[in-house]
């Protein structure tokens, strides 16, 4: 945003609103006190996924402007980061291999018994 004031006055608050939540903004070039010819605030942020509106609002201590007047500006509308290529079937890969380690560890703690009948018609474990 470029605060512009013909009198010569420092802002005493530049402010973006974002979904309702006000933020104060920083001079971009902390040295330009020149604000007659405009000096640029900037305001930085991660906005999370879906539609999002804002506003501005700054004053010099006597007057008060808000940036649209009535309303708001729509957007951005932010979308979610596209998947990372291959990172899903690494955990799949990393997931198969741990439960390929528990099996076999199971194995080794729990050893099958085997049941079969002898020519006699009697259970032998094996």
């Known amino acids: 945003m470029t605060y512009v004031n013909i009198d010569n006055l420092a802002p005493t608050y530049i402010q973006v609103v974002i979904d309702g939540t006000a933020y104060d903004m920083t001079k971009q070039n902390s040295t330009d006190n020149d604000y007659t010819d405009g000096c640029l605030y900037f305001y930085t942020t991660q906005l999370s996924s879906g539609t999002h ?31 990372i290529p291959g990172f899903n079937w690494i955990f799949t890969i990393l997931g198969l291999i741990a439960l ?3 099996l076999s560890r199971w194995a080794q703690i729990n ?11 009697n259970d032998n474990v094996n």
């Open 53 to 83: 509106d804002y506003h501005f609002k700054a004053s010099d201590g006597i007057h008060t402007l808000r940036e649209p007047a009535l309303g708001q500006f729509i957007g951005p509308n932010v979308s979610a980061p596209p998947p």
């Open 100 to 102: 390929i380690w528990m």
């Open 111 to 121: 050893p099958r018994l085997y049941y079969r009948k002898d020519n006699n018609g």
